[in-house]
């Protein structure tokens, strides 16, 4: 069963981590968005359905990126920079994975992930499974 009350509350803790933020979406191995939250005020650039879309196309996407971690080792994030934004793709465990929006003009987006986004997902990814799961 998953955690659907920590997966809201994580979604809104990443999305408040920095203000470049824009979108965070939690999904599962099939590519399911579990949750999402948008920075207020913020124009979607792209519909639910078609987030549901990309999810789906970015669990895949990462496993055939794991192929090669015998030789480039473990996949760390992935980062794609659009002309209207910049994504970022964590795989939080064997269930989870961590999406995120940021605005197209930040520049420090690899601080932000790794000073600020991985430490959290590091510190609450346990909690994702429900209670039941965890004895």
Partial sequence: MVAYE?????????LNLDRSIRWVGVANKYGVLLNTEQREGLHAVM??????EYARLTVTRHKTRVKFEPKT????????KYE???????HIDIDYFLLIT????EKNFDTIVTEKVIPLVNREKGKLKADNELS
Wanted: aromatic share 12%.
């Fill in 84 to 90: 209207k934004l910049n994504r970022v793709t964590l």
């Fill in 6 to 14: 920590f997966i809201y509350a994580f979604t809104k803790e990443v």
């Fill in 73 to 80: 080792g473990p996949l760390i994030y992935a980062l794609g």
């Fill in 102 to 105: 940021l605005d197209v003009e």
């Fill in 47 to 52: 519909t639910d359905e078609e987030n549901e």
